[in-house]
């Protein structure tokens, strides 16, 4: 399947159209709603971009900080599955990078490893939408977000 035709599939959302940076070191996916190695349809579409462009798949995850209405179980919840997240990863052979605030910017980030494309989860919410369109913004490589979280894509509704 090309890069063409997985871009057309309903689940993903092209927030910053164009070609995978040729020069791009690594296909980022952006772990935000879908943090599993397992059953994610984002992470997926970043292992196939990954193979059809021979480069290494790098997940990045940086939990954000004073989210609104979180609370310290949240926190505890998220920090007890990041054990289980990078084992899974690395069992399918990607990369995984945690990062915490002050150092959480998903645009430095991107900034230091320079890839061909970044791959984010999709999510409904107000306050992580104004971060994804940041990101579209501000990323200097394609960006596209991926419905990993429902059964129907939410488009197809």
């Known amino acids: 399947m090309g890069i063409k035709t997985l871009s057309l599939d309903p689940r993903i959302t092209v927030r910053k159209p164009g070609a995978p940076n040729p020069e791009g070191e690594c296909v980022v996916y952006w772990m935000q709603r879908a943090q599993r190695a397992l059953d994610n349809p984002a992470l997926d579409v970043a292992v196939k971009l990954g193979n059809e462009l021979g480069k290494p798949v790098v997940a990045f995850l940086a939990p954000v900080p004073f ?60 306050e992580t939408e104004q971060g994804r369109v940041r990101a579209a913004q501000h990323l200097k490589v394609p960006f596209w977000t991926v419905d990993a979280d429902v059964v129907v894509p939410s488009r197809l509704l």
């Open 67 to 126: 989210y609104p209405h979180a609370n310290l179980r949240h926190y505890r919840f998220l920090a007890s599955g990041i054990p289980d997240i990078e084992e899974g990863l690395s069992k399918r052979n990607v990369g995984f990078v945690l990062r915490t605030y002050p150092d959480h910017s998903l645009i430095k980030f991107c900034e230091q490893v320079r890839p061909a494309i970044v791959i984010g989860d999709e999510n409904p919410l107000r």
